[in-house]
């Protein structure tokens, strides 16, 4: 007489509860979209001819208005300026940051806290927000561009540095310790030269992000080739906009090849 088998004549992927838990998943991910939809209240008809009024978009673009260039050129000039001066500013922030929010660099919990706070609190305002808050303090102009830039930058450099502090070789700071040496001394002869790599290269990575960050800081009032982007766009002046949006892009081109040449240099 032939006993039952043990095991299941058919294969199956999951168990059923896993089968149950995986539909369950699927239906709330499908509710959160229909939920978010319709709390969004798309308009749907206006997705109808999308492709229409895109098409349409693209022939009021072509051809770019080549003899607008030499009006851009100043304003583009400015935006690598606030880009570059912001990044500067972050750096000289920055590093004191580092030092402050990195454990084994920092004074006790409290300096700590302080450090962490900065970083969270740079970081978590985008740079456009930023830059309405320093329009409102110091007027529309390159200054409130620079500050906003420079703001929103010292989180992301000081975090990155205070990661590369803590992973230093410790066997350094203590040889260095050993000697009678302070601790302004052991950082600078034991923690700086191991860190040096990773923070040019912080610094530079940055900057290339600033670049990109600073062209639609005009759209604010902060100064830079934004200004004249948003200025064209509400004139209608299609032919002027894709002339602009040529030139940020040739921008950010060479921003990212200068970026990536450096760190690999350093790196």
């Excluded at 208005?65 to 750096?91: K, N």
């Excluded at 302080?114 to 305002?125: A, D, E, M, T």
């Excluded at 703001?151 to 000697?179: C, H, N, W, Y």
């Amino acid at each position: 007489m032939n006993s039952p088998s043990r095991y299941p004549t058919r294969y199956h992927r999951y168990t059923r509860r896993e089968t149950y838990a995986h539909w369950g998943w699927t239906i709330l991910c499908v509710a959160i979209v229909v939920w978010a939809m319709q709390a969004m209240e798309v308009q749907w008809h206006f997705l109808a001819d999308a492709h229409v009024q895109a098409m349409d978009l693209a022939d009021r673009l072509w051809p770019p208005r080549w003899d607008y260039a030499p009006q851009i050129l100043g304003p583009l000039i400015e935006t690598v300026h606030i880009g570059t001066l912001g990044t500067m500013i972050s750096f000289v922030l920055a590093v004191p940051v580092a030092f402050l929010a990195a454990s084994n660099t920092t004074y006790n919990r409290i300096s700590w806290a302080i450090g962490r706070v900065i970083l969270v609190l740079s970081r978590s305002i985008n740079t456009v927000i930023w830059g309405l808050l320093f329009v409102a303090i110091f007027g529309p102009g390159p200054v409130a561009g620079i500050c906003a830039v420079a703001a929103r930058s010292v989180g992301f450099i000081a975090k990155l540095i205070a990661e590369a502090i803590e992973e230093v070789d410790p066997g350094q700071i203590e040889a260095i310790e050993a000697t009678g040496a302070n601790r302004y001394q052991v950082w600078a002869t034991a923690i700086w030269p191991q860190i040096q790599p990773a923070l040019i290269g912080t610094t530079v990575y940055r900057w290339d992000i600033n670049i990109r960050e600073s062209s639609v800081l005009g759209f604010v009032g902060a100064g830079g080739i934004g200004l004249y982007l948003y200025s064209s766009i509400n004139s209608f002046a299609w032919n002027q906009v894709l002339l602009i949006l040529c030139a940020i892009l040739v921008l950010v081109i060479a921003s990212e090849f200068i970026s990536a040449w450096v760190r690999e240099k350093v790196t």
